[in-house]
Nanobody
Framework: QVHLAESGGGLVQAGGSLRLSCTGS????????MGWFRQILGEEPEFVAA???????????DSVKGRFTISRDNTKDTVDTVYLDMNTLKSEDTAVYFC?????????????????WGQGTQVTVSS
């Protein structure tokens, strides 16, 4: 059974940084576009960032552009990892962050383009 697992969330002060990681069980990322979404309590999940599997091109929501960086490591034999480096964090970045996998070569910006999801990791930014 395919399983995505996020890690790296936590509590950080405004202006600080965090690195989120996402690994896949029984799923290699070299033919999957990967995305990060976040959900604030009571709201719909929103797109944060994505990386295409065919060319590695990256995409970002305007709210995180210049502060967040998505990258991936497909070099290990058994597991692939996608990262989300988050810098200059703001209180409005507080949310549960999810990674997701899509079969599309160009990563979708909408949730319904992704067929596998992780359980999420909480990021809390204190002001």
């Amino acid at each position: 059974q395919v399983h995505l697992a996020e890690s790296g969330g936590g509590l950080v002060q405004a202006g600080g940084s965090l690195r989120l990681s996402c690994t896949g069980s029984k799923l290699r990322f070299n033919t999957r576009s990967m995305g990060w979404f976040r959900q604030i309590l009571g709201e719909e999940p929103e797109f944060v960032a994505a990386i295409g599997w065919s060319d590695g091109r990256t995409y970002y929501a305007d709210s995180v552009k210049g502060r967040f960086t998505i990258s991936r490591d497909n070099t290990k034999d058994t597991v692939d990892t996608v990262y989300l480096d988050m810098n200059t964090l703001k209180s409005e970045d507080t949310a549960v962050y999810f990674c997701a996998a899509s079969p599309a070569a160009v990563p979708p910006l909408a949730r319904n383009g992704y067929d596998y999801w992780g359980q999420g990791t909480q990021v809390t930014v204190s002001s």
